[in-house]
T-cell receptor
Framework: AQSVAQPEDQVNVAEGNPLTVKCTYSVSGNPYLFWYVQYPNRGLQFLLKYITGDNLVKGSYGFEAEFNKSQTSFHLKKPSALVSDSALYFCAVRDVRRYGGSQGNLIFGKGTKLSVKP | NAGVTQTPKFQVLKTGQSMTLQCAQD?????MYWYRQDPGMGLRLIYYSASEGTTDKGEVPNGYNVSRLNKREFSLRLESAAPSQTSVYFCASSEWARQVDTIYFGEGSWLTVV
């Protein structure tokens, strides 16, 4: 079964420090991986995705993610955190099944709350 | 530059009442989705429409129906609301339902069933 795990419910970082939000996945075949951010009482905003190619993917707001096939990980990173980065972050993998109520679906992790303190 | 727009933003229903959540996208996308978000569970797919004229069940379809009214609009109906349907509902769209396509989300609809 395909799944995404975000092992940390919360990550606390001081402003200006680098941040990492962890994600591991389990899929059959090639993974198509996504990161979204959700601010309080708002929808999910797309940050970046890995489809193929370079293992380091750059996205919005200075975020990047590193795809590691051997460790089945897709960790989100930012070199210098901002207080405004405080939000809920979701890792997701695109469902590879074609039928049975899954075509095109995203399978989400449970989310990691990022708190950046001044 | 609206993207995915859904209404209403907030709704309180009594058990047994019905309601429809409306969703429209202006990105000329072919595929549309309805998800629900519950605390500590991420998002789960309720129904999706891979293209205009088609709809299919997702992971948690019980208690819901959908209508793909046209290419732009995809509505979600609760025929007889139950407290277990208290949740945040997100409409979303993508160019197609391919693995490479990015799914874009609306701002959410907060539904409370009492």
């Amino acid at each position: 079964a395909q799944s995404v795990a975000q092992p940390e419910d919360q990550v606390n970082v001081a402003e200006g420090n680098p941040l990492t939000v962890k994600c591991t996945y389990s899929v059959s075949g090639n993974p198509y991986l996504f990161w979204y951010v959700q601010y309080p009482n708002r929808g999910l905003q797309f940050l970046l995705k890995y489809i193929t190619g370079d293992n380091l993917v750059k996205g919005s707001y200075g975020f990047e993610a590193e795809f590691n096939k051997s460790q089945t990980s897709f960790h989100l990173k930012k070199p210098s955190a901002l207080v405004s980065d405080s939000a809920l972050y979701f890792c997701a993998v695109r469902d590879v099944r074609r039928y049975g109520g899954s075509q095109g679906n995203l399978i989400f992790g449970k989310g990691t709350k990022l708190s950046v303190k001044p | 530059n609206a993207g995915v727009t859904q209404t209403p933003k907030f709704q309180v229903l009594k058990t047994g009442q019905s309601m429809t959540l409306q969703c429209a996208q202006d990105m000329n996308h072919n595929s549309m989705y309805w998800y629900r978000q519950d605390p500590g569970m991420g998002l789960r797919l309720i129904y999706y429409s891979a293209s205009e004229g088609t709809t299919d069940k997702g992971e948690v379809p019980n208690g819901y129906n959908v209508s793909r009214l046209n290419k732009r609009e995809f509505s979600l109906r609760l025929e007889s609301a139950a407290p277990s349907q208290t949740s945040v509902y997100f409409c979303a769209s993508s160019e197609w339902a391919r693995q490479v396509d990015t799914i874009y989300f609306g701002e959410g609809s907060w539904l409370t069933v009492v």
